[in-house]
Each structure stands twice: as C-alpha cells, then as structure tokens.
C-alpha cells in the first residue's frame, strides 16, 4: 500500500478508526508523518485529531433538505464570521454560536463522531438550573402518565402537584 | 513557592505515593473543557479578549474560591521561557497545545500538582486531575468540583440539547476526556496487545502513547480513554472506561504470572540485563532508555529485583526526557550529548546517588 499524502513511498503508519461499524482509515508513510509532526510531541502543526476530523465533514448527506440549499461557503456563523467551509476545514468552532449556525449540518458529524446527538450528563448548576427544572418536569409526566394509566391516582394526584410547583418555580427562573 | 520548583522536581507530589493497581496502572487522570458564554473560543479570540478570558478565570483563584482543594499558584505562560514549559508538558501539567499555540496561556497548579487549570488552551478552561494507581472515579470527582467553582463564578457555553460547547467536536456534551496510563509489558512480550487494543478501539476507547494524541507508544506504556463524550453521561463514560481498564489489569496479571511460570529464566536475564545496562552504560537514547525501564519495573514488579522502588522508575521517566535533561543540567544539549547525559543521570539514580549537575534540590 503506498501512502495517502506522497503516493511515493510505502505506507507504514496505519490508523484505523470504528464507530459503530464506521471505519475510518489513514495509512501514510514515515517521511510524510514526520513532516505533519508525528511522533514529536508539543511540535505546532501536529498531526491531529482535526485533520482526521475534516476527513470526516467532507461527506454530503443526503437526506438534509437545508443542506443542498447552501453552498459551506455562505453558511456563515455571525457572530464570529467562521464559515462551514472553514469549519470543516479546520475541525474546529469559532464560538459557541456555531453550533446554532451550523445546527442542520451537525448531526450526521456528531453521529459519526459519537453515535449521538445529544448530552446525557451533567448541568451546570447555576445557569443550568432552568435545564435541570425542565427535566424533572418531563420525568415527572413521564410517571405521572403511569400512575393515571395504573389508576392509582392518589399517587398520581401528588405527582401533579409537584408538577404545579416545579413549573411555578421555572417561570421565577 | 515559585514557579521554579513545578520545573525542577520531576516528581509531582501525587506520583511519590502509590495508588492501588500500580503495578499496571501508573496514573488515572480526568480532564474537563469549557468555555465562557459570550466570548468566542481561543483560536478567534483577539489578544484583548484572550486577556479578558484569563482575568475572570484567574480571578477564581486569586478570590481564594479553590481553597477547599489546597494551595494554588497562577501560572502565567508569557512568565515562562521555552526550556521551562517544554518540562511542564513532560511532567504532564500542560499541554503541548497550551506550551505552543496559546494566546494569554496559564495554568493554575495545585501544590501537590494533582490538579492543573489550564485557560485559554483549545478551550477557554480545562481542568485535569491526576492521580497515582487506578483512582479514575476520584479524579472524576475531584474536577467536578473544581468545575462546580468555575461554574458558580463564570457563564459556561452550554446547550439544552448538545451539551457543554467546545471548540472540538470531538470533546462537545460532557467535555470529559478520562484516561489511564498502563504498563503493559506482558501482554506485549507475549503478543496479546495488539489483540487486546483492537477489542479497546471497539467500545469507544482510545489508545495512545505516553505523551498523548500522536506520540508512540514507547516503554510499553499505553493510555487508555474515552472516544465519545457526547450521548452518555460522565458516571457512564468513567465507568465503561473502568470495566474495560479493569479487564485489562486482570489479563497482564495473568501474562505476567503465566511468563513467571513457564519462562522464569527468560524474564530474570531480561530484567537483570536492562538493569545491568542502565547502571552502567554511557550513551542511552531516550527509545532504549524507555524499553530498558519498562524491565526493570516489570522487574520490580515481579519482585525480581530489590534494588529499585516504582518511585525511581516513576522519577526517571520524566528526568530522562529532553526538557527535563537540560533543565538539570543547566545547558543546551545537541542529542548526543543528551544521550551521555542520559546515561550519567540514570547510573547516577540507580546506584543510590542523587548529586548531578550541581542543581541544588
């Protein structure tokens, strides 16, 4: 196998890369891993995770109604000016507004990157207290649908006005 | 307490206790990114904002708020010369990323070293906690109370449906990066390894070598993390990473008694011969040297050599890498002489003796 970036000498680094039954593979010589910074640790221009990760943007999906609409060039984040073309480029967001920017473009990387989409752990406690609130009222429906469903309602009664408060509670947020 | 004493001692104060497993595990380790709400990330921000970000971080510590967690000292990149931060990614307190690349850098350091703040490194804040042996639970407690301070003192960029933002795709959701260093020598002496990393690559984790994204796995050391931090809790993430280090703990147990009982002779020359080497040899590079150590402390490990404790070895790891060679003694080495140098300072450790270079300790 000859390397991905001089096509000259053989490849002998070889990066493999599954998530989910996702294979994503590198394979590039010595020479040309030693120019991109590997192997020599706190060199700048390492050879990273980012370029790995552009690897990755550059797919079309299909199946995103707003993606054929825009060219990466005019998707553009406004508050910090970074374009998609740029992002996927460099792996990286400007700010956190990209994430809102180019919100129709991320789920399939977040997908590939994490088979997910969406966070699961930890709230911020102070700014996230409205989040927190949220959840917990969703939780509670949840139960609640249960206990009316079980026709236990003396449970569900309580459950209710738990509710009640919560919800009170977040509007003051 | 200056900053000179992070650069001279080549042991954190975390790494002269032993933590449970060390005989595998060198060190648990949790890292945690966030950003400030409103401010764009390091790589776009101006000088200005940079400065903006530093001051209300570093103002946590100053206001005397991580108190609770120990003594800490601010660190300001720009104070730095390149000799002194090249030794504080060797240690493992900074990132090569934050040494080379950052824009009002610092880093504020628990005296004991444990826990390191980076600001304005990829992302505006990264807390890593650090500690000896298998503790990855520990440390995952630790940096979310540290995190729980910053939070209380500054907005974080976070997002109802993706978490905490971060400049990296790969780090958005929860923000943590959760690693072991291992020491795996049986398994590679009796070629199971690269069986054992491929089953690691397919539940999400990531393998590397000592010095992180990019560098070889050298002294059959590896460190094992978390890929995926966005979809599964922390508590999920630490403990899919504990189960599967767990496993791995188990099976270079197993290799290294089954070696024990069917190669004894084998390993004792191995070991005995690196050890031999080590005390006496007068040119070693950094790739020998890293082989030959991880020999004696399999050695010593197994109980076959007495001579030495995980503490040396521990010690030597760092103490033999390039910054830290010149920064003991006091000059700029082309390799060769570093090689020379090397082999001086680890004779020198290994023979009891702890005079070198004339820097005062």
Redesign the interface.
């Known amino acids: 196998m000859f390397c991905q970036e001089c096509g000259k000498r053989p490849a002998t680094l070889h990066f ?4 989910n039954g996702d294979k994503t593979e590198f394979h590039i010589c010595e020479s040309c891993a030693r120019e991109k ?3 020599i ?4 221009n ?5 370029s790995l ?1 552009s690897g990755l943007l550059d797919f079309n999906s299909p199946g995103s109604a707003a993606h054929s609409q825009l060219s990466p060039q005019s998707v553009r984040c406004e ?2 000016g ?1 374009t998609y073309a740029q992002f996927s480029k460099i ?6 507004n990209c ?1 809102n920017a180019f919100a129709d473009r ?1 789920d399939p ?2 997908k590939r ?16 207290a409205q ?1 927190g609130c ?1 959840r917990e009222i969703e939780q509670l429906r949840r139960e609640l649908q249960t206990y009316i469903e079980q026709e236990e309602f003396e449970q569900a009664a309580t459950l209710r006005d738990r509710i009640r408060e919560l919800e009170r509670k977040l509007a003051e947020l | 307490m200056t900053k000179h004493r992070f650069s001279e001692d080549a042991l954190s104060d975390w790494m002269r206790g032993t933590g449970p497993d060390s005989d595998v595990v060198i060190s648990s380790r949790v890292r945690v990114a966030r950003n400030l709400r409103n401010q764009p990330f390091p790589m776009l921000a101006t000088s200005q904002q940079a400065a903006e970000v530093l001051n209300r971080l570093t103002e946590v510590s100053r206001s005397g708020k991580l108190d609770a967690y120990g003594r800490f000292d601010t660190i300001l990149l720009s104070d730095l010369s390149e000799l002194d931060k090249r030794v504080l990614v060797e240690k493992h307190l900074i990132s090569p990323n934050l040494a080379n690349e950052s824009r009002g850098g610092a880093v504020i350091l628990s005296e004991n070293e444990a826990v390191s703040i980076m600001i304005n490194e990829e992302d505006h804040l990264r807390i890593q906690c650090l500690y000896p042996g298998f503790q990855i639970g520990k440390a995952w407690t630790l940096a979310s109370g540290i995190d729980d301070i910053f939070e209380d003192a500054a907005d974080y960029a976070f997002d109802e449906k993706r978490g905490y933002l971060t400049t990296c795709p790969t780090n958005v959701g929860t923000g943590i990066r959760a690693s072991v260093m291992m020491h795996l020598p049986a398994l590679v002496l009796t070629q199971q390894i690269n069986r054992i990393l491929s089953a690691v690559t397919q539940v999400g984790l990531a393998v590397r070598g000592l010095y992180g994204e990019g560098s070889e796995a050298l002294g059959n050391l590896f460190q094992i993390s978390n890929q995926v931090t966005l979809g599964q809790s922390e508590d999920e993430i630490i403990e899919n990473l504990h189960g599967v280090a767990r496993q791995i703990i188990e099976h270079e147990r197993a290799a290294r008694k089954r070696l024990l009982e069917e190669s004894r002779i084998r390993i004792e020359d191995r070991v005995n011969r690196s050890f031999g080497i080590l005390s006496h040899a007068a040119i070693m590079d950094s790739k020998e040297a890293a082989q030959r150590l991880s020999d004696v402390r399999l050695g010593a490990d197994l109980g076959l050599l007495k001579e030495v404790t995980p503490n040396v070895l521990n010690e030597l790891l760092v103490m033999t890498q390039p910054g830290f060679l010149q920064q003991t003694f006091n000059e700029k080495m082309s390799p060769e002489q570093r090689d020379i140098r090397r082999a001086e300072l680890i004779r020198d450790r290994l023979n009891g003796k702890n005079d070198h270079g004339g820097v005062e300790r």
């Open positions: 493999t890369k599954i998530v910074g590997e192997g640790p706190g060199t700048p390492s050879f990273s995770i980012h990760l508050q910090c970074l792996g990286r967001f400007g700010c956190s994430y991320l990387l977040l990157v994490h088979s997910s989409t969406s966070h699961n752990g930890k709230i911020p406690k102070r700014s996230g989040i949220k």
